[in-house]
């Protein structure tokens, strides 16, 4: 018996129309919800430390995918009981698990007929930027003189909506015509030359609704101020979103203006349990990076509930999202116990 293995240039990629058709399909069979293409022409005039060109000199297109985050693993943060679900299942599981299983297998594809495929599930961690561009200090230096530094970041939502996949929001989520926001993005850079998807021109996602803005914990998203980007040809605009506020706030920290002897987050000494926040302190992380108690309430969950009502997304349920009033604890006030709550004995409650 010889040994097996995969083979080798089975499928032929030369033609750009019936090579796009194959690589989709093959995406949809290994787990993306959705599929578009963008050539590299797309992203001519990126900033240098996002330029796809510095990681792939070569690279003729960019495979974008959607991989949803199930309505069902918000369930448990909206109705309070079951937090980390969101965090586990619709974060850092898919982006730190799922995701990089599709996006590799879906290279090993490509590469199995001769062409190069860089999977990407994941901003990379080692990138050399901070939110807003700006180079990190004594980081990382350029490998060649006149590159970037290591790491490039590309930048996912920009990526999505130069594959065609969809909108950029106000919020600055990326919006698809399936799900609204409840989307991760994965990209597979390669030098097969694949035929490009139209930008998105569907019905229209964001409306400017604001319900992300009014329903934010952080209170994150400037109404006056925003970005405004040109993608291939296409005026985006979203909102100067407070990366500052909300990385506090979607953990479920409240600044108390004062030193706590007990803070919600110790690297935060003045921190609090927000009223989104039914924790004492702030859980650990899941899969690496979740840890999202705010549940997405506004750049999520509230704006899923408007294009939901607005009957424009394709993925469509038979009962409606938001079924109870939504929850805020009142931090000030002890908690009350429903029947049949057991502590070891009375002192285990925490209470003071
Ligand atoms: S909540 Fe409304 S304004 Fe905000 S991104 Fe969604 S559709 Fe746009
Ligand atoms: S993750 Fe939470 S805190 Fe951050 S923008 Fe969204 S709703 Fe606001």
């Known amino acids: 018996m ?32 959705a599929v578009g293409i963008g050539n590299i022409d797309r992203w001519e005039g990126a900033p240098l430390q996002m330029d796809p060109k510095q990681i792939m000199p070569e690279c003729k ?8 985050v199930e309505r069902g693993s918000l369930r448990g943060v909206e109705e309070g009981t079951y937090m980390s679900n969101y965090s586990a299942m619709g974060y850092g599981g898919i982006t730190y698990l799922y995701m990089p299983m599709t996006v590799i297998n879906l290279s090993k594809f490509i ?11 994941h901003q990379s961690d080692w990138r050399g930027i901070d939110n807003e561009g700006y180079a990190l200090p004594k980081f990382s230096r350029p490998a060649r003189p006149g590159q970037a530094q290591p790491d490039v970041m590309i930048q996912l939502r920009i990526a999505a909506y130069l594959c065609g996949l969809g909108e950029i929001g106000f919020s600055k989520m990326f919006l698809s015509p399936q799900f609204g926001p409840r989307c991760r993005v994965g990209i597979i850079m390669t030098d097969v030359e694949l035929e490009p998807d139209p930008i998105y021109d569907g019905p229209q996602l964001c409306n400017r609704c604001m319900a992300c803005v009014k329903a934010c914990p952080a209170q994150a998203f400037s109404t006056e101020k925003t970005i405004k980007v040109k993608l291939a040809g296409h005026d985006v605009e979203w909102s100067d979103l407070d990366m500052a506020k909300c990385s506090y706030a979607f953990r479920g920290c409240k600044d108390s203006g004062v030193v706590q002897d007990d803070p919600y987050n110790p690297p935060s000494p003045t921190s609090v349990p927000g009223e989104w926040s039914p924790f004492y302190h702030k859980p650990k992380n899941l899969y690496k990076t979740g840890q999202a108690v705010c549940g997405s309430r506004g750049c999520t969950r509230a704006c899923m509930i408007s294009l939901e009502n607005r009957g424009v997304l394709q993925n469509t349920f038979k009962e409606k999202f938001r079924r109870r009033p939504v929850w805020n604890i009142d931090w000030s006030t002890p908690p009350e116990y429903a029947p049949g709550t057991k502590f070891r004995n009375s002192d285990d409650e925490g209470i003071d």
Do not use: H
Request: aromatic residues 6%; glycine residues 8%; proline residues 4%.
């Open 61 to 68: 297109s960019i495979i974008g995918m959607v991989f949803r």
């Open 111 to 121: 590469e199995d007929q001769g062409y190069e495929a860089i999977p990407m599930g």
């Open 2 to 33: 010889a040994i097996m293995t995969r083979d080798f240039n089975a499928v032929d990629l030369s033609d750009p129309k019936a090579a796009a058709l194959a690589v989709k399909r093959k995406a949809l069979e290994l787990g993306a919800d």
